[in-house]
């Protein structure tokens, strides 16, 4: 699967990176969402700038057994479909830095 960006965990458990497509480079931060109140609200939020572009959910893995953040993002410059990702982490890099893998719907 491509990666299409990197961010790096704060200490807080949010993220910072850059969002990368062959016509997007955006700066995004992935966010607690501190108002959930309920499990059908997401566990993050996605912003670029002042702008909210997505939602993240936390899962879990059954072949893994580890928990993971699936990306739900939308923007008018993605056309009239969703981008569906998944954070993942760098395998041989720092701990906190986690690739956005593409996962394509179709």
């Known amino acids: ?14 993220f910072k990176g850059q969002l990368k497509t062959l016509s997007i480079r955006a700066e995004i931060n992935i966010v607690a969402n501190a ?6 609200q997401p566990d993050h939020r996605v912003y670029s700038g002042d702008v909210e ?6 899962r ?5 057994g580890r928990n993971y953040l ?6 008018p410059e993605f056309g009239p479909r969703r981008l569906y990702a998944n954070l993942g982490r760098v395998i041989g890099k720092d701990d906190d830095r ?9």
């Open 1 to 14: 699967m491509p990666a299409i960006g990197y961010v790096t965990r704060s200490d807080n458990g949010s």
């Open 35 to 40: 108002a959930k109140r309920n499990d059908a």
């Open 53 to 58: 572009i997505g939602a993240g959910w936390m």
């Open 60 to 64: 879990h893995s059954e072949t893994s």
């Open 70 to 75: 699936s990306l739900s993002l939308a923007a």
């Open 98 to 106: 986690f690739a956005i893998i593409w996962n394509p719907a179709d």
